[in-house]
């Protein structure tokens, strides 16, 4: 199994963050864990671990890519940028929902049944 194959299957660690978050919001150990931010936190190293790994072995250039249209599309067909992405994408969506938790429980926006 490749590295960023790897990855992925470590990121699913995310999946307890979101559970408690969605289920159970009002338990201390949510709280706590929203507070820690231990979930994105992880994500976030697993990501550092896959953009070390990938500049290591591609080098800088891939850089380039990103500024076109046919080059994001030319980087993202490949394996290791796609689970880059995609861990990039559940570190931030992790980090949106805590924020989202924390500013509701301290003000009560919504019910948290909404949140």
Do not use: C, K
Request: aromatic share 14%; net charge neutral; glycine share 6%.
């Amino acid at each position: 199994m490749s590295l960023y194959r790897s990855l992925f299957e470590i990121a699913a660690f995310a999946i307890p963050g979101w559970l408690l978050l969605i289920f159970l919001p009002n338990w201390t150990v949510t709280r706590r864990v929203a507070r820690s931010a231990i979930f994105p936190a992880f994500l976030a190293l697993l990501y550092v671990v896959g953009i070390v790994a990938s500049l290591s072995s591609h080098g800088f250039g891939v850089i380039s890519e990103f500024g076109s249209v046919d080059g994001v599309m030319r980087i993202l067909a490949r394996e290791d940028i796609a689970m880059l992405a995609w861990i990039h994408i559940l570190a931030f969506d992790q980090v949106v929902g805590m924020v989202i938790y924390r500013d509701n429980m301290q003000s009560r926006y919504v019910p948290v049944v909404v949140q």
